[in-house]
């Protein structure tokens, strides 16, 4: 079975940090795409970070600012998402996703991934 498992998430005070982990099986993630998106209340789910499988990479700088770090573990076949300095304008349900194929440049566009993570609530209180 093909899927993306996410961990992580939850409940954490303005500046505060999480470290969501979202792990694959089936596939591997080394010979995917990958890429974050974050759906705030009654917003659209928005992509804030993606890494190509060749390492090219595409950050939200507006939105990320130098707080949050990716990382990948291939022993594991998961990534990861440090985040820091959380503020309560980051709470919404976080997404990993992959896509099915190689490909030299990622996209911040859902429609370019074909497998989801559950999503994962983060809630920042202020």
């Known amino acids: 079975q093909l899927q993306l498992v996410e961990s992580g998430g939850g409940l954490v005070q303005s500046g505060g940090s999480l470290r969501l982990s979202c792990a694959a099986s089936?596939?591997?993630?080394?010979?995917?795409?990958i890429g974050w998106f974050r759906q705030a209340p009654g917003k659209e789910r928005e992509g804030f970070f993606c890494i190509s499988s060749h390492g090219a990479s595409m950050v939200d700088v507006d939105f990320v600012k130098d707080r949050f770090t990716f990382s990948r573990d291939n022993a594991k076949n998961a990534v990861y998402l440090q985040m820091n300095s959380l503020k309560p304008e980051d709470t919404g349900v976080y997404y990993c996703?992959?896509?099915?194929?190689?490909?030299?440049?990622?996209?911040?566009?859902?429609?370019?991934?074909?497998?989801w993570g559950q999503g994962i609530q983060v809630t920042v209180s202020s």
């Open positions: 996703a992959a896509s099915a194929t190689v490909q030299a440049m990622c996209s911040l566009r859902d429609r370019r991934y074909s497998y």
């Open positions: 089936g596939f591997t993630l080394e010979d995917s795409s």
